[in-house]
């Protein structure tokens, strides 16, 4: 044995206990219940030897003991907390993608808890006793309420305007304005859709002038399958400006024999003018300006789950639902409860803006924001004495690329001073995170969608 071990010196000096003994120790018996053993080893493992490399060997007494134990307990809890989590979403942006765009009426995500915790009639007819369809669901619903002759559902509106295309145009062209060569959000690109569709894109138009006759004269017999119309979503084209009318479209797509699909994108099933806000085209109306397929997302102004919701002649419906992509894009049992539930919610119109939170938060009264404003923000000030805490009037943004330039007047509790990356950085890591955006060196917490019923987790985390 060598006179001088300094490995082995270290080891004999170390005070600290062996895994078995925190193991058996009463104190660490809840975590074992909690995480099990394997978890709870290895962070008594990790925290052991994070304090060896520390070079704190301290000295073995009860407070230590406790001290390592609490500490692994922290890391656990820190590794068990779920990554995808409630925050609060004040950057102003209703619809924000980022934040999981419309949240759902309870009804809608009871009844898909539910169908996730039971065997249902997902693709069974209890009349018969024979197989059903998953989509009978709802189609009814949405032809109801779209006057639509056939309806089908996808898992998004992207897949929606690619089984459109794939299913009408495969290794045909297809005819887009160059004024809707859209992107949205960077993974949804039109150009790139189409192709990867497997139609083929034939630009018509210019960036700000697309006319009838441009349409009418890029369609070839026997290679143009159908024109594809698309809702300018994130922006608006101003000035100098021409484009051509659905009912135009529809003519001309039909006297070359062709279907004219359209794509709503945030596509609302009610007229938004009746609570005020701005006009936004509905299936509705666009099926009947002459649109032969229309497509919009379930989880934008419509107010439900991730959806892509496809309506319009039946002919066409039912070529899309014989099409095998269509089975790699269908919807789940829980959303298709949760979809059906809001759409049976629209059939009472009249209470829509009460119990459909994307409409309740789109048609808050500024009044009613300015007050949750007031109240927060002067917790906040007697809990920030040394912040400068103000509440300003500001605006709001409906969100998901739904009518892009119209503005809704809200009211914002904003914070100034310094270090406001690490003010915004606290309160992200909040237990439940409550995001923010900064601008004009203040950071704004916009209280639109701060509800009276939030409004107390929300401070009883701040103090
Ligand atoms: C949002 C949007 C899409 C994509 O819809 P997802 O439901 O996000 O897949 C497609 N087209 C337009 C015009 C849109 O606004």
Known sequence: MPAYDA?????????????????????????????????????????????????????????????????????????????QRP???????????????????????????????????????????????????VSSLLCELSGAEAATVVNNNAAAVMLALNTLALGKQVLVSRGELIEIGGSFRVPDIIGRSGAALREVGTTNRTHARDYADAIIPETTAAVLRVHQANYAIVGFTAMVSTETLGRIAHQAGIPLIEDLGSGSLVDLERWGLPHEATPRQSLHAGADIVT???????????????????????????????????????????????????????RLAERLPALRLLTRPQADIQATAER???????????????????????????????????????????????????????????????????LILDCRCLEASDEAGFIAQLT
């Not at 609060?88 to 619809?95: A, E, I, Q, S």
């Not at 789950?305 to 789940?332: C, E, F, M, S, Y």
């Not at 829980?334 to 759409?343: D, F, G, I, K």
């Not at 904003?414 to 955006?437: F, H, S």
Request: aromatic share 4%.
């Open 296 to 350: 919009f997302s379930g989880d934008k102004l419509m107010g439900g789950p991730q959806a892509g919701l496809i309506v319009g002649n039946k002919i066409a419906i039912t070529a899309i639902n014989r099409n095998p992509l269509k089975r790699a894009l269908r919807l789940d049992k829980a959303r298709l409860a949760a979809l059906e539930t809001v759409l049976r919610i629209y059939a009472d119109p009249d």
């Open 87 to 137: 925050v609060f979403n004040m950057t102003g942006t209703v619809l924000h993608t980022n934040l999981g765009r419309s949240t759902l009426p309870p009804e809608a995500a009871e009844a898909a808890a539910e169908a996730l915790r039971n065997a249902t009639s997902l693709e069974f007819d209890l009349a018969t006793g024979r197989r059903g369809e998953r989509d009978d669901h």
């Open 376 to 442: 927060i923000g002067s917790v906040m000030a007697q809990h920030w004495p040394d912040r400068d805490i103000a509440t300003v009037a500001c605006r709001s943004q409906i969100g998901s690329g739904a009518l892009p330039v119209d503005l809704l007047p809200s009211f914002a509790v904003t914070i100034g001073g310094a270090g406001l990356e690490n003010l915004a950085k606290l309160l992200r890591a909040l237990p439940r995170p409550v995001i923010g955006r900064i601008a004009r060196r203040r």
């Open 7 to 83: 490995a082995a010196m270290v080891q004999h000096a170390s005070p600290l206990p062996s895994i078995d003994a925190l193991l058996r120790a009463p104190r660490t018996e809840p975590l074992l219940i909690r995480f099990g053993r394997t978890a709870v080893t290895a962070a008594l493992r990790e925290v052991l030897s994070a304090r060896r490399a520390a070079g704190d060997f301290g000295v073995l007494g009860d407070a230590t003991f406790a001290a390592i134990v609490d500490q692994a307990a922290g890391r656990l809890a820190a590794q068990s907390a779920m990554s």
